[in-house]
């Protein structure tokens, strides 16, 4: 059984959900801008009412009487979109840093952003409703609605790298560090998940997940019996009355528990500890940022519905760098997370039970290296097999031997030589052995032929991206070539190669 469903069934045998991380895994921004909404059903460019801001007591709200007109729409989105300018002002303040550059081994200084903007929404699907958004205002005409969905274009994008926190759905933040006795697909219920995590006083979680679920939905799509009953005869009386009162009451009422559900969420994450890889990840999201504004101000900024070819290797190949480090950190920062790989064995604790740093074997050229020898005594048998690598720290080490009790180790790795010995731990003392060694950079070279899902049918030109492989796109590409094959190497400046900045130099060494 895995430790996900056996915190799952503790969930439901307490009725009350259990703490998954005992990390807050994502950085939560001092002053987020939340956004909350409706819009009608089957029209996503057709907003209702908007609850948005950076103040938890005095939000916006933002009303279309008619969303079919688009006058109306424009006029409505049109304050939406300078206060978001507003709120992207704060984050124009740059520092300079030093950056290795070319082959690493040379230093340069660049500009980055202090900070970088925060959205936190409540669900999945209004984070996809701001991609939305984002496509539908940069096509239009108007310079602050294209500027604004520029932003949200940039803002959307940040969600699809693992580790990412500009763009936040409160249903993920919290299913990240609790788990819950219900079906994952009721997880993304903002306010079943709250009931789970914090049931009131005097009522358990079975009873609040029922009451939350008869609640108003937290957006963008609307019930419809709310839509029916309470909706559409808002919105009659504006149209023929020209009076908004009863809209805006109504969509007041209705959004009002969605924003209060989205900062309980972002409360419950603020009050555990950051994770230590979370700075770093968030450096990132700040360096993306940076160049995402010099290509607003340039005016060189571009969004492409669909990469090929090689922007989409180079995509994907990110993807799969950023999900492998994300987990990496995440065990190495939390004991709870840990505890995942303990349970299936691929990680083991237990004490030092004796040492031997003299230990020396002779290597393919026939000297003699020093590679000590640890004792572990674990509290249950350790079934995999000899040769299994794994690490403490920065400390690496392969399984030579194991039995009910004991696993023999040596160490092959970042303390075989004499001055290092010092890194080894001490007899008797605790410590988890995990599989998780110094994060490795995987460039991401070229094949002499891409892989059939990134190809595309005819030749397309292979737009750079920037330095975080985000969608957005912003300069031409070489000449085409013959669909699969990869273009001739071109020279990339520096600041444009992707680089995890997900690492921190030294691994916490201890228990954890």
Same mark, same amino acid.
């Given at each position: ?36 909404? !409706? ?19 005095? #939000?916006?709200?933002? *009303? ?21 300018? *507003? ?18 081994? @040379?230093?340069?200084? %660049? ?12 669900? @999945? ?14 096509? /239009? ?25 500009? /763009? /936040? ?5 919290? *299913? ?21 995590? @914090? ?17 108003? =939905? ?10 029916? $009953? ?5 919105? &009659? ?17 209705? /959004? ?17 500890? =950051?994770? +230590? ?35 989409? !290797?180079?995509?994907?190949? +990110?993807? +799969? ?39 020396? $074997? ?43 009790? *004991?696993? &023999?180790?040596? $160490? ?12 080894? #731990?001490?007899? %008797?003392? &605790? ?17 002499? +032929? ?36 990869? =273009? ?8 444009? $190669? ?15």
């Amino acid at each position: 059984m895995s430790l996900d469903v056996y915190q799952r069934l503790l969930a439901l045998s307490q009725a009350r959900a259990v703490p998954a991380a005992s990390r807050a895994h994502r950085h939560l921004s001092p002053r987020p801008w939340l956004l909350t909404g !409706y819009h009608l059903a089957g029209e996503p460019s057709a907003p209702v009412a908007i609850r948005y801001g950076s103040f938890r007591d005095s #939000p916006k709200l933002l *009303t279309v009487a008619e969303p079919r007109d688009r006058a109306l729409r424009f006029a409505a989105l049109g304050g939406l979109a300078r206060d978001l300018a *507003t709120y992207l002002s704060r984050y124009t303040v740059t520092e300079p840093v030093v950056r290795a550059t070319g082959n690493g081994r @040379e230093l340069d200084v %660049d500009q980055c952003c202090v900070d970088a903007p925060q959205i936190v929404v409540p669900n @999945e699907a209004t984070a996809h409703w701001v991609g939305l958004l984002g496509q539908y205002l940069r096509t /239009l005409d108007d310079p602050v609605l294209a500027a604004a969905g520029a932003h949200l274009g940039w803002i959307a994008s940040r969600r699809h790298l693992p580790g990412s926190s500009v /763009l /936040l759905t409160a249903t993920d933040l919290l *299913t990240t560090h609790w788990r819950t006795g219900q079906l994952p697909t009721e997880d993304g219920h903002l306010g079943r998940l709250l009931a789970w995590i @914090e049931p009131p006083a005097g009522s358990d979680a079975w009873q609040a997940a029922r009451d939350a679920e008869a609640m108003p =939905p937290a957006g963008p799509a609307s019930d419809p019996s709310w839509d029916q $009953v309470v909706l559409r005869p808002a919105l &009659e009386r504006a149209k023929e009355q020209g009076d908004v009162r009863r809209l805006k009451l109504a969509a007041a009422e209705v /959004l009002g528990g969605a924003w209060r559900d989205t900062w309980a969420a972002v409360d419950l994450v603020r009050m555990l500890p =950051p994770g +230590e890889h979370v700075a770093k990840r968030w450096e990132s999201d700040r360096w993306s940022w940076t160049r995402h504004r010099e290509r607003v101000l340039a005016g060189t900024v571009s969004f492409s519905a669909r990469l090929s070819d090689v922007p989409a !290797y180079r995509f994907l190949h +990110e993807l +799969e760098t950023r999900t492998a480090a994300l987990e990496r950190q995440m065990a190495l920062d939390d004991p709870l997370v840990m505890a995942r790989y303990l349970a299936t064995g691929e990680a083991v604790a237990g004490v030092v039970i004796k040492r031997d740093p003299e230990h020396t $074997v002779v290597n393919s050229g026939g000297r003699s290296v020093l590679r000590p020898l640890l004792w572990v005594r674990t509290p249950a048998a350790f079934d995999r097999p000899a040769g299994t690598e794994l690490w403490w720290g920065k400390v690496g080490m392969v399984v030579r031997a194991a039995t009910d009790d *004991t696993v &023999e180790l040596m $160490v092959t790795s970042g303390a075989v030589t004499r001055p290092k010995l010092g890194l080894l #731990p001490d007899a %008797d003392a &605790e410590i988890v052995l995990a599989p998780f060694g110094p994060l490795q950079y995987f460039p991401d070279n070229l094949p002499d +032929e891409l892989p059939w899902p990134t190809r595309s049918s005819r030749p397309a030109p292979a737009p750079e991206q920037d330095d975080d492989l985000d969608t957005d796109l912003d300069s031409a590409a070489p000449a085409a070539t013959a669909p699969g094959r990869v =273009p001739e190497p071109r020279a990339v400046p520096a600041e444009d $190669v992707a680089a995890p900045a997900t690492a921190a130099p030294d691994e916490p060494r201890g228990l954890w």
